[in-house]
């Protein structure tokens, strides 16, 4: 199938894209940067789960989890930012 | 309605791609946000709105336009605190004339 | 309500977003048997949208469990969990088996209900885990 | 005490909006659970959905709805909204992808006056979409933004008058 074949190359594009994050979660250089790239991987993979579902011919199901991991991810994000925040040590 | 939905796709592909190289090529973390905040969400919401023309009219694609409200409400805000953080621990932008 | 949880900004969208999170948490608990998730998942946004309520809202917020109530309500959660696999063990069957639970309705009705109570139980353990976790990280912080 | 009871019905039919997308569903059984669910959750954050106005001196604090928005309204702004992320998201993409990458970051703050704190809310998040700049602090109504060029800096802020976005939002809630 023509249209699988495009889902599966740009999965595996996003899926590059998320690991190249993982360049400036590990590179710093402050410990806000790689909260950054963590967030920028949690948005990714919203579509990766979407897409991945769209594979599998089974969207109604990874669509849910894909809501529920962009509400966590997005409040822990909120949270670790505010957690963070106004300690001396950016450098982490 | 299909070709309509792959240019969508496309987009969004090409801009989440610009976004990942920013965070990569940008010199200083605001800079650095600029790219995520802007680039990810258009991008994120590009190809989800593209995979909801190609799924057609039904309750999974009206979901799927819940998630992208969501993005839309959601990334800013996310951008937001990350940046009040910085900015309020004491991290100083770049400006571009030497350090 | 003078004084606000971070920005404004923060503090609006919250009170927007926190009734949306708890219908998706209600939502994902009842429809646990035919799409994914279910208890853990539910117990989680729950959480969350306590943990947040009580950010945004402080001591009045109506769903305000804290403290020693969340261990509580940890233990009731637990102890919803066992009850339902102690019950179908006490009529007969092994444990968690629902086909055997005393009711007077058809099997896959008495199956759906154990499986809700199931997960209730988990959804309020894993929400008050989490509340007690927060309250922890807290607490380290303000010593 | 009516203003309450308008709000608490627009928050709980919104919720059971929600509910029936999400289900999909029809049944007697599960249009009840819903019901029910989206009532006990309005009235629960009914409690924190007032919130009180930005303070400027000399006005009297006003009590605000959060869901009380200018709905219709709310419409061709976002289609402009999108639009200008659009042109945002193509700016970027232009500087990333430019060898010299000629960007001049700076920090500034301007000012807008307006009591209701949503329409604070709407205005910071549709800054951080747009061109170029991000809103780092918002204090009371003075906004702290980060601006990617200086083109960026002034079509929000201009040295005179007052910039396309912060105006549209301001006609939005009528301030």
């Known amino acids: 199938m023509l249209q699988d074949k495009f889902f599966t190359v740009l999965l595996v594009g996003l899926v590059v894209i998320a690991f ?8 710093g250089p402050t410990v806000y940067d790689r909260l950054n790239g963590l967030g920028v991987i949690g948005t990714d993979a919203i579509l990766i789960l979407i897409l991945w579902g769209f594979l599998q011919k089974r969207v109604e199901m990874y669509v849910d989890i894909a809501l529920s991991y962009a509400i966590l991810g997005f409040i822990s994000l909120v949270v670790l930012a505010k957690f963070l925040q106004g300690k001396g040590d950016a450098d982490l | 309605m299909r070709i309509l939905a792959i240019f969508f796709l496309m987009g969004g592909f090409f801009f989440t791609t610009v976004a990942a190289l920013g965070v990569i090529r940008f010199p ?58 910085a900015y309020k621990t004491g991290i100083r932008p770049w400006t571009g004339k030497g350090e | 309500m003078n004084n606000r949880f971070g920005t404004i900004v923060l503090d609006i969208s919250f009170r927007v977003i926190i009734p949306f999170i708890m219908l998706y948490g209600v939502y994902v608990l009842i429809h646990g048997e035919d799409s994914p998730g279910g208890g853990f998942q539910a117990g989680a946004l729950f959480g969350i949208a306590v943990v947040l309520s009580r950010l945004v809202h402080g001591e009045q917020a109506i769903l305000n469990v804290s403290g020693d109530k969340a261990l509580i309500l940890a233990g009731i959660g637990t102890a919803i969990y066992g009850s339902v696999g102690v019950v179908t063990l006490l009529f007969g069957g092994n444990f968690l088996e629902y086909g055997t639970l005393p009711l007077n309705i058809s099997e896959p009705g008495r199956h759906a209900l154990g499986i809700l109570a199931i997960e209730l139980g988990v959804t309020i353990c894993v929400m008050s885990t989490i509340v007690v976790i927060f309250d922890a990280l807290v607490g380290r912080e303000e010593e | ?9 627009i928050l709980s039919s919104i919720l059971f909006l929600f509910w029936v997308i999400f289900s999909g569903k029809l049944d007697v ?18 409690s924190f959905l007032q919130v009180s106005s930005v303070t400027t ?82 204090q009371e109504d003075v906004y702290t933004i980060h601006a990617l060029t200086e083109s960026a800096a002034l079509s929000l802020a201009p040295l005179a008058g007052e910039g396309d976005m912060p105006a549209r939002v301001g006609r939005l809630f009528n301030e």
């Open chain 4, 57 to 138: 001196p000399g006005i009297p604090v006003k009590e605000y709805a959060v869901f009380n928005l200018p709905y219709l309204k709310l419409f061709p702004y976002l289609g402009w909204l999108l639009w200008e992320l659009v042109k945002a998201n193509v700016d970027v993409a232009l500087l990333v992808l430019n060898p010299q990458m000629p960007i001049s970051p700076q920090i500034f703050t301007f000012k807008k006056t307006m009591s209701n704190p949503v329409a604070h809310m709407i205005l910071a998040n549709s800054i951080t979409l747009t061109p170029g700049t991000i809103t780092v602090d918002v």
């Open chain 2, 28 to 85: 200083d973390f605001y800079t650095r946000l600029h790219a995520a905040g802007k680039g990810d969400t258009l991008g994120i919401a590009l190809s989800i709105t593209g995979l909801a023309l190609y799924h057609g009219f039904n309750l999974v694609s009206l979901k799927l336009m819940f998630i992208v409200f969501f993005i839309f409400l959601a990334n800013p805000i996310g951008t937001h605190v990350l940046s009040g953080a």
């Open chain 1, 20 to 27: 190249s994050m993982l360049f400036r979660v590990f590179k």
């Open chain 4, 1 to 9: 005490m009516r203003e309450k009871l308008i709000q608490y019905s």
């Open chain 4, 29 to 46: 059984k599960h249009l009840m659970i819903g019901a029910v669910t989206a009532l006990v959750i309005a009235w629960i954050c009914s």
